[in-house]
């Protein structure tokens, strides 16, 4: 009996114990409401499997699954001021830029790279939605010159990927001066005779889309990305009708000539490098030759038995 409650209940106890699994290790998509391992969502590039729905994507995993086997070196960007206007609403601007800095774990809304893309020596800047809202203000201004310059010392070209509200409000004129800045950065990559690419994401608005988003030598997007100067709901109350159905998304502008190409996330790399070794007049590396990109998974034991268990 002594054997029974010491060993033999415990044991069989624990059999119907229901175990406790991490928030993280599920989510749901925004579209069709299915839940999806997490796991199976980075190797999916963060694209619903169910409807192919395209979800945001950290700056760094967008890095990863770009480059060949994820080997980048990140560019040196001089800091901007901190709080050049003292600016302050419901919070001052300095707290929210702690909270934006800790919930992402970078210093700003963009970040720099360069390194091989289909053996093509190239500098990417990639903007970081969950910054807030990957907005535009004097440090991303910095970020882009300091492409620019690296992609001209390099003889590379240049990828932008664009996901911004905007310019950043919280530095005023401040903000709205990086975007002649960011045009004359596209002009020194173009008077160089290097290419000069970019991606639309979602959401891709306001004075990032009236400035270096939307000048490039092919423009390129993302599924149903929302591609704008003024959100939709605003002009509907200004003009006070309707809107056509998807308008100002990626489809609709690229069937009105604003855009070259509607790319999903899983196939963006393949067609970059494409297009990359085609405007460098380099040779297509045939299929199976291309190298792998970088892995966003970081596989444990521990995550698949808690799957297991939850199935």
């Known amino acids: 009996?002594?054997?029974?409650?010491?060993?033999?209940?415990?044991?069989?106890?624990?059999?119907?114990?229901?175990?406790?699994?991490?928030?993280?290790?599920w989510r749901k998509c925004d579209a069709?409401?299915?839940?999806?391992?997490?796991?199976?969502?980075?190797?999916?590039l963060y694209v619903c499997p169910h409807c192919a729905h395209h979800m945001q994507i950290g700056a760094r995993e967008?890095?990863?699954?770009?480059?060949?086997?994820?080997?980048?070196?990140?560019?040196?960007?001089?800091?901007?001021?901190a709080d050049p206007l003292g600016f302050r609403d419901e919070k001052r601007y300095a707290d929210r830029m702690k909270d934006a800095r800790k919930k992402t774990g970078e210093k700003e809304a963009v970040l720099v790279a360069h390194g091989?893309?289909?053996?093509?020596?190239?500098?990417v800047f990639v903007?970081?939605?969950?910054?807030?809202?990957?907005?535009?203000?004097?440090?991303?201004?910095?970020?882009?010159?300091?492409?620019?310059?690296?992609?001209?010392?390099?003889?590379?070209?240049l990828l932008v990927f664009a996901a911004a509200g905007g310019a950043r409000m919280q530095e005023g004129i401040l903000s709205l001066m990086q975007m002649p800045r960011t045009t004359i950065a596209m002009q020194m990559v173009r008077d160089a005779g290097l290419p000069y690419l970019t991606i639309l994401t979602h959401p891709t608005t306001g004075g990032v889309t009236a400035s270096y988003a939307m000048l490039g030598d092919i423009q390129i997007a993302e599924p149903n990305a929302l591609i704008c100067f003024a959100g939709p709901r605003v002009i509907e109350q200004t003009i006070r009708e309707k809107l056509p159905e998807g308008f100002q998304r990626s489809e609709y502008l690229l069937e009105h000539g604003m855009l070259d190409m509607v790319v999903d996330r899983r196939g963006m790399r393949t067609e970059l490098v494409k297009v990359l070794r085609m405007l460098l007049?380099?040779?297509?590396?045939?299929?199976?030759?291309?190298p792998e990109p970088g892995s966003l998974v970081r596989e444990t034991d521990e995550e698949d038995t808690l799957k297991q268990a939850a199935e």
């Open 116 to 123: 091989p893309i289909g053996d093509v020596d190239t500098v």
């Open 281 to 290: 007049r380099l040779p297509q590396l045939p299929a199976g030759q291309l």
């Open 127 to 157: 903007q970081n939605f969950a910054f807030m809202g990957g907005s535009m203000g004097m440090a991303v201004g910095n970020a882009m010159l300091k492409a620019a310059e690296a992609a001209v010392e390099r003889k590379a070209p």
């Open 62 to 81: 967008r890095l990863e699954s770009l480059y060949d086997h994820g080997s980048f070196t990140l560019v040196d960007v001089p800091e901007a001021l």
């Open 32 to 44: 069709c409401e299915q839940m999806i391992f997490h796991r199976e969502l980075k190797q999916n």
């Open 1 to 25: 009996m002594n054997w029974m409650n010491n060993v033999g209940l415990p044991k069989f106890s624990s059999f119907f114990q229901r175990r406790d699994m991490p928030d993280n290790l």
